[in-house]
């Protein structure tokens, strides 16, 4: 059980660029999960994918957000035109049942 | 809309104190609940409840689950220093929904 993996640990980016984080499930895990977690607050859900299906998304989930999962292994996250209040750790998590496994998170600061 | 509240929000007790972590929620719909540990980093999973009233016991720390009262707690005996962390609770909503909805946590500091 190597864990799971995220890719970048940190990213600065300025305001109006496009970002993408890289998630690496447990290999046997065929749910894959994305959260946001703001200083002082619990991780919110942002999506959930089953294999390569993405079957859940949050509200938070803007349109300047997309997620994929192309192959039912590792999943991406693209933020498009950056704004400051993207600024968060982003967190994956993966499970084959309800416990899920979280990654060390990227921590996205936007200038 | 889904909550959990999570109290207290911070707790500082000294090492070798009982402590004792709450977590209510309000759902649609409820399959479990589960609690993590929070270090500067991931989350870490400590438990997941299911069943009223059947107590989770790992080490020094032990949780169970009221569902009628819609409410769990997380103790933690005889504390230690590497305990100090943000204690997170979160709800499984099941009925098709899987993405989980934490409360705000509760920030224990474990002084010597």
């Known amino acids: 059980d190597t864990g799971v993996s995220q890719d970048p640990r940190h990213k600065i980016t300025k305001r109006g660029q496009n970002v993408t984080f890289r998630c690496d499930p447990i290999?046997?895990?065929?749910?894959l999960y994305w959260y946001r977690q703001t200083l002082g607050q619990g991780p919110e859900f942002l999506t959930y994918?089953?294999?390569?299906?993405?079957?859940?998304k949050s509200r938070l989930l803007s349109d300047r957000f997309s997620a994929e999962r192309p192959k039912g292994s590792f999943s991406t996250l693209e933020i498009q035109r950056t704004e400051q209040g993207d600024s968060a750790m982003y967190l994956c998590?993966?499970?084959?049942?309800?416990?899920?496994?979280f990654g060390p998170g990227t921590r996205l600061t936007v200038l | 809309e889904d909550k959990v509240v999570q109290s207290p929000l911070s707790l500082v007790v000294h090492e070798g104190d009982t402590v004792t972590l709450n977590c209510s929620y309000e759902?649609?719909?409820?399959?479990?609940l589960l609690w993590y540990k929070q270090e500067k980093k991931a989350p870490t999973f400590l438990f997941m409840l299911?069943?009223?009233?059947i107590e989770k016991k790992s080490g020094r720390l032990s949780s169970i689950l009221d569902k009628k009262e819609l409410f769990s707690i997380l103790n933690i005996t005889a504390t230690q220093t590497g305990d100090s962390a943000v204690y997170l609770c979160?709800?499984?909503?099941?009925?098709?929904?899987?993405?989980?909805?934490f409360g705000k946590g509760t920030h224990l500091i474990i002084q010597p």
């Open positions: 998590a993966s499970s084959q049942l309800e416990k899920q496994f």
């Open positions: 290999s046997e895990h065929n749910r």
């Open positions: 994918f089953q294999n390569e299906a993405q079957l859940e």
């Open positions: 759902v649609t719909n409820f399959r479990s």
């Open positions: 299911t069943s009223s009233g």
């Open positions: 979160a709800v499984s909503p099941g009925g098709g929904a899987d993405g989980l909805t």
